[in-house]
């Protein structure tokens, strides 16, 4: 998979130490078809945008936000993975560290 971080301020994002983002829900990121906002365990905003010029996930918001860059089809593919988790009545547990390591549905 090939992700690149647009992105990184090691000192200012605890993330980036191997950690579990855990969704909880996916919620329609306004009138964006391929745009959602991820509630999760964390307390920065998360969004998987599959729409806009730079695809990917962010975390964070303005000069605070990071993304991982994602392939249109890589992109779509983790935004249904998210979907058949949460329709399964799991969540979906998405690893990073300084790309996405891993994502799959968990407890």
């Known amino acids: 998979m090939k992700i690149v971080i647009l992105l990184i301020l090691f000192l200012k994002f605890p993330i ?9 829900k996916m919620l329609k ?7 959602f906002v991820l509630k999760t365990n964390l307390d920065e905003k998360v969004v ?7 695809q990917g996930l962010r975390i964070g918001e303005y000069e605070r936000a990071f993304t991982f860059l994602l392939e249109t089809e890589e992109c779509e ?10 329709k399964r009545g799991f969540f979906h ?12 549905a968990c407890y």
Do not use: T
């Open 16 to 24: 980036l130490n191997a950690e579990d983002i855990v969704v909880r």
């Open 29 to 35: 990121d306004g009138s964006l078809e391929r745009s």
């Open 48 to 54: 998987i945008d599959c729409q806009s010029f730079i």
């Open 77 to 86: 593919g983790l935004q249904n993975r998210i979907k058949g988790s949460l």
């Open 93 to 104: 547990c998405i690893q990073v560290h300084q790309e996405i390591e891993s994502d799959s």
